[in-house]
């Protein structure tokens, strides 16, 4: 059978993505994957540290320095979505020959559904049977299962629910190959990702592209991501004899593999909390990591030398790591655990891409069987050797090495036949900066309404005049420049202090905020000057400044909303629909203003000022979202009402958009719990300890991915 690239559609339940955050993101973003290195430590011949066993060799404390990402700018948080499911269709494309069957879904960052293999019949990947978004990605929703390609910064990429450009392109064997590819906007560089299924073969053949067109250096970073089936026996291999363990502790250990504190870690399922453990694959060692079942089948992944660092992430077998998974899926789906491959040994890192520079590589994905009774035997060295011989036999390295150098003379052919369309943010920047990146065509005809402001903008000097306010930001240097020489305005200079707050110019940035105020803005910039003072510290001025947006916000949803009506009533056409979208807009406004409100409005002991900002959202808005239901059980515990705020949670609530790591349902729940314990009394230890003994939490609300 002739390797085949062709359309088709998947159906699933799924959760609708929403519409993106229309503020933008101006926090620093959350640091669950961030190393808590201590200030004290000193970078000595050993590496960096005292402890032997925290000591971090000097190449990776510097690539743990090096450009940590400080802003989600200029991207937008995607925390629209909520957990009713529905039947939904979505465009896919298959990629198949004889022995192998992948499905990919273009529109959600290239996700690798499916990896198929016919001749055993067997699904080697985990098949999240549902699309559930969940917070997990740097700008928000993520939903688990199949094979991920994570660019950007350390986490999952902004584009992991983002549509990628496809097309059909000329592959190296003379068959065909599906090209990906797009423009990463945290870190401004285009990538491709190109796959192919030689003729009988069983490995899915991946290349990867990194380039940066820019003359300044970049930080780079890239995981591809690996959702595996997780079983009582599955057991993850790899060649190493240790491995750096992460956990939501933020500390980063050198520790022994497979056994650590008398029990094996190898196998998922025998630790209780969600853990990484980046494996330490000696120099020279052939890069791969495998998952097997109990009968030593499963899935490997190796790579030409490029693509250094192994991972295994796990969720453990605990209530926490359980819920987690039931989170992201439905009832009876099955666990999951991750292997993963990146650029650098820990996914702490990141490295320096010259301007003008590019990364490339190649990745192999297929099945592999070894003995059950070597793979799960005592002896970790011949386990290793067992899946590391049964690799060499059905893919030897040399084979990789050479598909690499005959897949490279291809990443520059140009796309046969366009099968998806991404964004226009590359077309914009191609028009911009003029660059040439053969391969990866950022058409013209691609660019959209968010991106039309910001063309008018480069080409005339200002934004369209009368037009509305630009809701996505852009914030790089040239496009700061332009923002500066264009005329001033409520428009202009809400924007520019966006670019000049990335740039870390703050006070800049509070001006520029200052004058859009002054020239007739709406808001939004009451909005940023609120985040630009709870950054610096000054909660009180924040929440003075929170509470006039919500209060501006709520006042031009209801204008909107009237003119919306008289709309409807006079049969208004293109008026109404105008009229109806503008209402809904600032809804959008108002719901994310008081989400972000809240919380600093209680931290200055302000709660009657929350529960008023919470009383301008309409019933329909608040009461059906788990967030704001939260919200609501912590001002009336504020407000002294630790009955009401727990009859909140004995009600019932999902916080869809609840982050990975976050711990504010238990911190809640614990928190009514001491109110109802101590009364109008101080809040003691004993207080704690009885509150924790008479009011255990629900697992429902069992979330902490650490020990308590």
């Known amino acids: 059978m002739a390797t085949r690239v062709r359309r088709t559609t998947l159906t699933l339940p799924a959760a609708p993505l929403g519409p993106d955050n229309p503020l933008p993101a101006l926090r620093p973003p959350r640091d669950a994957h961030r190393a808590a290195i201590e200030p004290a430590a000193k970078e000595d011949a050993g590496g960096v540290g005292t402890d032997p066993d925290a000591a971090l060799p000097a190449d990776m404390a510097r690539g743990i320095a090096y450009e940590p990402l400080r802003s989600l700018l200029p991207v937008r948080r995607r925390d629209g979505y909520g957990r009713q499911r529905s039947l939904t269709t979505f465009d896919a494309i298959v990629i198949e020959n004889d022995r192998l069957r992948a499905t990919v879904l273009p529109g959600l960052g290239g996700r690798v559904y499916s990896l198929h293999h016919k001749p055993t019949d067997r699904e080697l990947l985990h098949r999240n049977p549902v699309l559930q978004p969940a917070d997990f990605a740097l700008n928000g929703a993520w939903f688990s299962g199949g094979i991920e390609w994570n660019i950007g910064a350390t986490g999952h990429s902004a584009l992991t629910c983002a549509p990628l450009h496809a097309a059909r392109v000329p592959a190296p064997d003379g068959g065909t190959m599906l090209r990906l590819w797009e423009w990463e906007r945290l870190r401004d560089l285009p990538f491709q990702v190109d796959l192919w299924l030689p003729a009988d073969s069983d490995f899915l053949y991946v290349g990867v592209r990194v380039r940066n067109p820019h003359l300044h250096a970049a930080p780079v970073y890239w995981w591809s991501n690996i959702a595996v089936p997780e079983g009582p026996a599955t057991r993850v291999l790899a060649p190493a004899e240790k491995a750096w363990h992460f956990g939501y502790e933020r500390s980063l250990r050198r520790v022994p593999v497979p056994v650590r504190d008398g029990v094996d870690r190898t196998y998922p399922l025998n630790s209780e909390f969600p853990a990484d453990y980046f494996y330490e694959i000696p120099d020279g060692a052939r890069r791969w990591i495998a998952s097997l079942d109990g009968e030593g089948h499963g899935l490997v992944h190796t790579s030409t030398d490029t693509l250094r660092g192994r991972k295994l992430f796990l969720w453990g077998a605990g209530r926490a790591g359980r819920r987690w998974q039931e989170w992201l899926t439905e009832p009876?789906?099955?666990?999951?655990?991750?292997?993963?491959?990146?650029?650098?040994?820990?996914?702490?890192?990141?490295?320096?891409?010259?301007?003008?520079?590019?990364?490339?590589?190649?990745?192999?994905?297929?099945?592999?069987?070894?003995?059950?009774?070597?793979?799960?035997?005592?002896?970790?060295?011949?386990?290793?050797?067992?899946?590391?011989?049964?690799?060499?036999?059905?893919?030897?390295?040399?084979?990789?090495?050479?598909?690499?150098?005959?897949?490279?003379?291809?990443?520059?052919?140009?796309?046969?036949?366009?099968?998806?369309?991404?964004?226009?943010?590359?077309?914009?920047?191609?028009?911009?900066?003029?660059?040439?990146?053969?391969?990866?065509?950022?058409?013209?005809?691609?660019?959209?309404e968010e991106q039309r402001p910001w063309l008018e903008l480069l080409h005339t000097g200002d934004f369209p005049a009368g037009g509305p306010v630009p809701a996505a930001p852009l914030v790089s240097r040239p496009w700061r420049?332009?923002?500066?020489?264009?005329?001033?305005?409520?428009?202009?200079?809400?924007?520019?202090?966006?670019?000049?707050?990335?740039?870390?110019?703050?006070?800049?940035?509070?001006?520029?905020?200052?004058?859009?105020?002054?020239?007739?803005?709406?808001?939004?910039?009451?909005?940023?000057?609120?985040?630009?003072?709870?950054?610096?510290?000054?909660?009180?001025?924040?929440?003075?400044?929170?509470?006039?947006?919500?209060?501006?916000?709520?006042?031009?949803?209801?204008?909107?909303?009237?003119?919306?009506?008289?709309?409807?009533?006079?049969?208004?056409?293109?008026?109404?629909?105008?009229?109806?979208?503008?209402?809904?807009?600032?809804?959008?406004?108002?719901?994310?203003?008081?989400?972000?409100?809240?919380?600093?409005?209680?931290?200055?002991?302000?709660?009657?000022?929350?529960?008023?900002?919470?009383?301008?959202?309409?019933?329909?808005?608040?009461?059906?979202?788990?967030?704001?239901?939260?919200?609501?059980?912590?001002?009336?515990?504020?407000?002294?009402?630790?009955?009401?705020?727990?009859?909140?949670?004995?009600?019932?609530?999902?916080?869809?958009?609840?982050?990975?790591?976050?711990?504010?349902?238990?911190?809640?729940?614990?928190?009514?719990?001491?109110?109802?314990?101590?009364?109008?009394?101080?809040?003691?230890?004993?207080?704690?300890?009885?509150?924790?003994?008479?009011?255990?939490?629900?697992?429902?609300?069992?979330?902490?991915?650490?020990?308590?």
Do not use: N
């Open 332 to 448: 009876g789906a099955g666990g999951y655990a991750e292997i993963q491959a990146g650029l650098a040994r820990t996914q702490l890192e990141h490295l320096r891409l010259e301007g003008g520079g590019e990364l490339s590589w190649l990745e192999a994905y297929g099945p592999l069987a070894a003995d059950p009774a070597t793979v799960h035997g005592a002896d970790w060295a011949a386990a290793r050797a067992e899946a590391g011989s049964r690799l060499a036999a059905a893919l030897p390295r040399t084979e990789v090495d050479a598909a690499y150098a005959a897949w490279r003379p291809y990443a520059d052919a140009e796309p046969k036949e366009r099968l998806a369309t991404g964004s226009g943010w590359g077309a914009l920047e191609r028009a911009r900066g003029d660059y040439d990146l053969p391969g990866t065509p950022f058409e013209e005809d691609t660019l959209g």
């Open 481 to 708: 420049d332009l923002l500066e020489c264009a005329h001033p305005g409520p428009v202009t200079d809400y924007h520019l202090g966006i670019a000049q707050w990335h740039a870390g110019d703050r006070a800049q940035a509070v001006r520029s905020w200052e004058r859009a105020l002054t020239r007739g803005a709406d808001c939004r910039p009451l909005y940023c000057l609120a985040e630009a003072e709870w950054v610096a510290g000054e909660t009180e001025r924040a929440a003075e400044l929170y509470t006039q947006a919500c209060r501006c916000a709520s006042l031009a949803r209801t204008e909107a909303a009237g003119a919306a009506l008289r709309a409807r009533t006079e049969r208004g056409g293109h008026g109404q629909r105008q009229a109806e979208e503008e209402a809904q807009g600032w809804g959008a406004v108002l719901r994310a203003l008081v989400r972000q409100a809240v919380p600093v409005l209680l931290a200055a002991g302000r709660a009657g000022d929350a529960a008023d900002a919470l009383a301008q959202l309409p019933p329909a808005d608040r009461i059906p979202h788990g967030r704001f239901e939260l919200l609501t059980a912590q001002v009336m515990c504020a407000l002294g009402d630790a009955r009401g705020a727990r009859a909140v949670f004995d009600r019932g609530f999902e916080v869809a958009d609840l982050r990975e790591s976050e711990e504010t349902i238990s911190d809640t729940w614990y928190a009514i719990a001491e109110r109802l314990v101590a009364g109008d009394g101080p809040v003691t230890d004993a207080v704690r300890e009885t509150a924790r003994a008479e009011h255990p939490l629900p697992g429902r609300y069992e979330f902490r991915m650490r020990p308590v």
